[in-house]
């Protein structure tokens, strides 16, 4: 997805700092929030504006910090990005996350303060995995399971206190939560197999690295399959609709078979690009769902 819209932006350079932030996850990031806000019975529309908002840029800037921090990666591993390119300079990409940043934080401030810790959490998650000398996404499963709760647990924990505060520790709602920010963390283990050349050259030591391919693809498709069952089955006791059922079980049948294909041949790009509109799909799937049993 990142070589698609690196071409289409060409040498432009505005349009290289909007994909510099890698946008296209910042929606998926600010709809998971929304989703559990609509799920508890949250209506309210300025609120869903300021949610989305706020969890989209606090992403953007962490992408940008991610690829200052990679950059050195991912000269080999993606050399067609915008900061590899010189599209956009070192320091025009670090003005333009202290700006992302700084407007998130606002915006959480002056909406809600459970937002701005929500926000808050999320900076400090993301800085953490990125940046040195913490950088988590160099540990291994720690890495992956940081992934995991910066991009499921903490927008999705968000979401649920601003719509139900307080609220039972032992709800759907909860194991929800809990199960998909595990599912994600088993699945996004392929993430790091098209980068396997740029991350051995820079010393980051991730899952597949250290593990194989071949291991990391089984752990993958038996954790995410395991966790995935148990968080679709929350998910249903909330939202009680065959329609949850059939976009479950396609949504499974059709990752295990992207990921069966890299026992087969290293497809990695192509298999990481098909598994992530996958999930995009499921999770709008999961909002239609919501929205047509008028949550």
Not at 40 to 49: R, T
Not at 110 to 131: D, M
Request: hydrophobic share 60%; aromatic share 22%; glycine share 6%.
């Amino acid at each position: 997805m990142e070589e698609l819209f690196s071409k289409l932006a060409g040498k432009n350079f505005l349009l290289n700092l909007f994909i510099l932030g890698r946008p296209w996850n910042g929606v998926i990031i600010g709809l998971i929030a929304i989703l559990i806000y609509l799920v508890q019975g949250g209506k309210d529309f300025v609120s869903i504006c300021f949610i989305f908002l706020a969890f989209f840029l606090q992403y953007f800037g962490g992408a940008v910090v991610n690829d200052l921090s990679d950059f050195f990666a991912d000269s080999l591993n993606m050399p067609f990005r915008p900061l590899e390119q010189k599209v956009v300079t070192l320091n025009q990409a670090k003005l333009l996350a202290i700006f992302a940043y700084i407007f998130s934080f606002v915006l959480a401030l002056v909406f809600n303060f459970y937002l701005f810790l929500g926000i808050l959490a999320f900076f400090i998650f993301t800085i953490v995995y990125s940046v040195k000398p913490f950088r988590l996404v160099s540990k291994g499963f720690f890495g992956n399971l940081s992934l995991g709760v910066v991009s499921i647990f903490i927008p999705s924990f968000t979401g649920l206190i601003l719509a139900t505060f307080p609220f039972n520790i032992l709800s759907p709602i909860f194991g929800f939560i809990v199960f998909f920010t595990l599912f994600f963390s088993f699945f996004y283990l392929i993430k790091d197999f098209k980068d396997l050349q740029g991350d051995k050259a820079s010393n980051k030591i991730t899952f597949a690295l250290k593990h194989g391919v071949n291991f990391t693809v089984k752990l993958s498709m038996l954790g995410a399959s395991f966790f995935f069952f148990l968080a679709s089955y929350c998910f249903y006791l909330l939202v009680p609709s065959d329609l949850v059922i059939f976009s479950a079980i396609l949504f499974l049948i059709l990752f295990l078979y992207f990921e069966s294909i890299l026992l087969k041949k290293e497809d990695y790009v192509g298999v990481f690009f098909k598994t992530r509109i996958l999930f995009m799909f499921f999770l709008l799937s999961l909002f239609i769902i919501v929205i047509y049993v008028d949550f």
